[in-house]
């Protein structure tokens, strides 16, 4: 089984960075994409970027330009580096993990990115 552990997280002032990582541990067998969704209070959980084994990324209009997803293989590592942090940015980042042979999502717990105004 896949555990995903995400850290990262922190109170920063709009217009600054912050680095998320997650690491995952367990087998990686049939795992295709890796990506962070956020949820926000009182709102619905959304997509925020993802990476293929192949190294394809993918982004919510909302944060391109200003978000990086990255991993290393290596680490079983994906990390996602935010830069211009906006008060919006503000929610509880999960790290998802995706088995499109058996449609099985596999989430961490997250990690709080708190950005004041």
């Known amino acids: 089984q896949v555990q995903l552990v995400e850290s990262g997280g922190a109170l920063v002032q709009a217009g600054g960075s912050l680095r998320l990582s997650c690491a995952a541990s367990?087998?990686?067998?049939?795992?295709?994409?890796m990506g962070w969704y956020r949820q926000a209070a009182g709102k619905q959980r959304e997509f925020v970027a993802h990476?293929?084994?192949?190294?394809?990324?993918n982004y919510a209009d909302t944060v391109k330009g200003r978000f990086t997803i990255s991993r290393d293989s290596a680490k079983n590592t994906i990390y996602l580096q935010m830069n211009s942090l906006k008060p919006e940015d503000t929610a509880v980042y999960y790290c998802?993990?995706?088995?499109?042979?058996?449609?099985?999502?596999?989430w961490g717990r997250g990690t709080q990115v708190t950005v004041s105004t």
């Open positions: 998802n993990a995706y088995r499109p042979q058996y449609a099985q999502n596999i």
């Open positions: 367990g087998s990686m067998f049939a795992i295709a994409t």
């Open positions: 990476i293929t084994n192949g190294g394809s990324t």
